[in-house]
């Protein structure tokens, strides 16, 4: 008889798992948000990561904010955000409430695992100590836990959860091969059985925080560039002609795994006491690459007699990438916030991302699309296509007759615009 699965936390992360799995054997899919429940239920997922095909052809899926509901399962896979606090250190906040909950309802022989980002050890160290005394159970006697990162890509329709290889783990040898068994069941790509949960917790943080050391590298190459007068874009093309250049390119570095998970791991290094030093300083270069864009624009902006105080700006895209609607990190609100404090007035573009949204999270109240003839400086911020389609004709129509073009993500070529990282 297969096991029920409850999965706790129906986001980018959870949603999937739980549609997947709920086309082969029953699955409880517990999120607390009601609103978000009631959309699923009528086959709408905001996040656009599942379809309402998938939704309506995932059977055996019980959707639920009612916590009773998960009592009879017997593996509970927990997919919670795990975001970083104002100090940059880890907020476990939610790991915790969605890990005491499941406590309240483990039995012998449940399996708990969990997906969330966390830095090396966490699972054993903060989520198991809460597991039995919230149960009065032994851990790996009464109850075992294992630790399978996740590995969505926001937006992406070609790397889809089943499509990518999945990492699996367990407290003990056969939990770990039972862990790893249930995820081959839906995982096409197939698994990577690690050796122990911390080398599945070590492998899913260096991922991020291995993207997000390589452009800082070259954000800081984009730097040294422009003061020698050269184009980025065309040193990255000449550069990408040999077989083992990496083809990463400047910008901001948001989003909710590149972004955050590199502190997961600094936070435990130097808990353990290792000052990490090329991880952090990567983290602050791209952090800060929203003023140096800023300063850029000013330039641009005083060049061309435009005083950037009582600008009108346009922001083309608010998301943290492309084709997306996740604006979770995003570092394009530190560019509006940065030119607010400059007294500039702006607005924000973006067809992607839900309205309700962006005011919700940051107070801004989105247009449905932009006036032409209005703005002073048009700021092209992310890489959505459907910037690419509308064409920099189109684009250049927004602007007042002496405006500025400033291509952050290269998106056309730099003799048609006035300026780009």
């Not at 999965?7 to 054997?25: D, M, S, T």
């Not at 836990?145 to 890509?153: D, H, I, K, L, T």
Request: proline share 4%.
């Amino acid at each position: 008889m297969q096991k029920e699965i409850s999965v706790i936390g129906l986001g980018y992360v959870g949603l999937p798992l739980a549609v997947e799995f709920g086309k082969i054997r029953k699955v409880i899919g517990f999120d607390l948000n009601k609103d978000r429940i009631n959309e699923l239920k009528k086959g709408i997922d905001q996040t656009l990561e599942v379809s309402s095909d998938d939704l309506t052809g995932s059977k055996d899926l019980f959707l639920t904010s009612n916590q009773q509901d998960i009592e009879n399962s017997q593996i509970y896979i927990i997919a919670v955000p795990t975001p970083i606090d104002t100090y940059l250190k880890p907020d476990l906040s939610p790991l915790i409430e969605a890990t005491k909950m499941v406590a309240k309802y483990l039995s012998r022989g449940d399996i708990v695992i969990y997906e969330s980002t966390v830095y090396p050890g966490a699972t054993e160290e903060v989520c198991v100590p809460l597991l039995e005394e919230g149960s009065s159970l032994i851990f790996n006697k009464d109850f075992f836990c294992g630790y399978s990162p996740e590995r969505v890509n926001p937006g992406d329709k070609e790397h889809k959860l089943q499509n990518i290889s999945k990492v699996t783990s367990g407290s003990n040898e056969e939990i770990s091969i039972e862990i790893d068994n249930l995820y081959k069941e839906i995982i096409v790509a197939g698994t990577h059985r690690a050796s122990s949960i911390k080398v599945a917790e070590a492998a899913k943080v260096i991922e991020n925080t291995q993207r997000d050391v390589n452009i800082a590298l070259i954000n800081e190459l984009a730097l040294i560039f422009n003061k020698l007068e050269i184009d980025t874009e065309e040193v990255l093309q000449a550069a990408g002609t040999k077989w083992n250049f990496l083809p990463f390119k400047p910008g901001l570095v948001g989003g909710h795994c590149i972004g955050v998970d590199p502190y997961y791991l600094t936070y435990k290094s130097i808990e353990i006491g290792y000052n990490p030093e090329i991880i952090l300083a990567g983290r602050r270069l791209n952090d800060n690459m929203s003023k140096y864009i800023i300063d850029q624009i000013t330039l641009l902006a005083s060049d061309n007699d435009i005083y950037i105080g009582n600008s009108n700006v346009l922001i083309m895209g608010l998301s943290f990438k492309e084709n997306c609607p996740d604006i979770r990190n995003t570092k394009v609100i530190d560019i509006y916030n940065q030119l607010k404090k400059l007294n500039a007035k702006v607005d924000i573009f973006d067809p992607w991302v839900i309205p309700g949204d962006a005011k919700k999270e940051f107070n801004i109240d989105l247009i449905d699309s932009p006036d032409e003839e209005s703005y002073d400086i048009v700021i092209i911020a992310v890489q959505h296509d459907a910037f690419f389609d509308m064409g920099i004709k189109k684009i250049k129509s927004f602007g007042k007759p002496n405006n500025i073009i400033y291509d952050i993500k290269h998106i056309f070529h730099k003799e048609l615009t006035d300026g780009r990282l």
